[in-house]
Nanobody, 130 residues
Framework: QLQLVESGGGLVQPGGSLRLSCAAS????????IGWFRQDAGKELEGVAC????????RYSDPVKGRFTISRDSANHAVYLQMNSLELEDTAVYYC???????????????????????WGQGTQVTVSS
């Protein structure tokens, strides 16, 4: 059974950077679309970034476009989220999630719909504060 563990969160000043990692155990990430989501207190879960099974296609939410970069490392069964130019509004618990790619869609398939993901990590806190 696939298990996901996030790491790399912490406290950072506005304008700073963090790199989140999502490590897989119990299974490889082959065949899984991976997404990063976040949720701040009192707010809804928000899709941030996702990457296709072949690592070629990515999608970002508008608030993070141009600042965040998602990547995957199949050899190390991990996915990363590089976050630059962090803003106060980026404060949240960040979760990585995996969706088994449906067999009838291409390997370029990506999704920021959290309802399609069924494997979730426990989350890592990111706090942006001066």
């Amino acid at each position: 059974q696939l298990q996901l563990v996030e790491s790399g969160g912490g406290l950072v000043q506005p304008g700073g950077s963090l790199r989140l990692s999502c490590a897989a155990s119990g299974s490889t990430l082959d065949g899984y679309v991976i997404g990063w989501f976040r949720q701040d207190a009192g707010k809804e879960l928000e899709g941030v970034a996702c990457i296709s099974t072949n690592g070629i296609s990515t999608r970002y939410s508008d608030p993070v476009k141009g600042r965040f970069t998602i990547s995957r490392d199949s050899a190390n069964h991990a996915v990363y989220l590089q976050m630059n130019s962090l803003e106060l509004e980026d404060t949240a618990v960040y979760y990585c999630a995996a969706e088994r790619r449906p067999t009838w869609v291409s390997s370029d398939y990506v999704s920021l719909n959290h309802n399609t993901y069924d494997n979730w990590g426990q989350g890592t806190q990111v706090t942006v504060s001066s």
